[in-house]
């Protein structure tokens, strides 16, 4: 297993598409620091920081892309049949390409966050205090890192359901689609999906609320909008991943023996 994350992760990091998007999303950030510092008004420069300069949204993007193509390449070249050759089981294929994709959503979000702090100070220092009281810093920090935690969740979730959908094509464009759709859905609808629960019950338990798991660590009033408490969230978020990598084991194995 780990010589196949080893495999993957050299791949990945081969792959030009990999190297350019970390430069793509690095001047990405300074373009939007620099634009919240010269207009603010526009885009308010703390809410860019909490937000490590729109870096996350674009993460999500690249990763739903790069899930989906990851399993389908293998089987366009014929490369799935060398690693089988070579007595990998469909398992350890699949769980390898899993992992080695969290790492690198984990790497991204180490180099946006470090990346922000660089544009804040390089641009931001003076856009925005921290004094009000003597708990607003602490405040900002924890804010920041609870709204670096919960969008983290929310793609690590996406990401077990969009390799589940790349094991259902031949293709990668449907669970691109599929994938980016559901992103933005989550986020666009949230406040519908909330009025939803309220009259339909039975909708807490299903995988669009279960992204919630992030929002609510950071708020826990939100409790009264998902109707389930942390840890049953929690226990919930963590079987449709597992749901969702079974599933993809599953219909990865049939579609290609």
Known sequence: MITLIKQESYKLLKRPSTKFFVLFMIIFQAIIGFYAKNYPKNIAPKEAFMDNFYAPMLIAIFLISLGSTIITNEVQYGTLKT???RKYSYNQILISKWITLFLYAV???IISIFSSWLIKISFLGRQFQ???HINKTQYVWQSWQA???SEFLTLVFLM????LLATMFNNSTPAIIVGIMVYFAAS???QLMYMLLDKIQWLKWSPINMMNLGAQLDN???EKLTHLNLSTLTSGYLLYM???LLLGIVIFRKRNS
């Open 220 to 222: 826990n009033h939100l």
């Open 242 to 244: 597992i749901i969702f």
């Open 160 to 163: 077990s359901f969009v390799l």
């Open 188 to 190: 666009i609808f949230s």
């Open 130 to 132: 921290l004094t009000d």
């Open 147 to 149: 709204t670096n935690i």
């Open 83 to 85: 690693l089988l050759y």
């Open 107 to 109: 790497s991204l979000y």
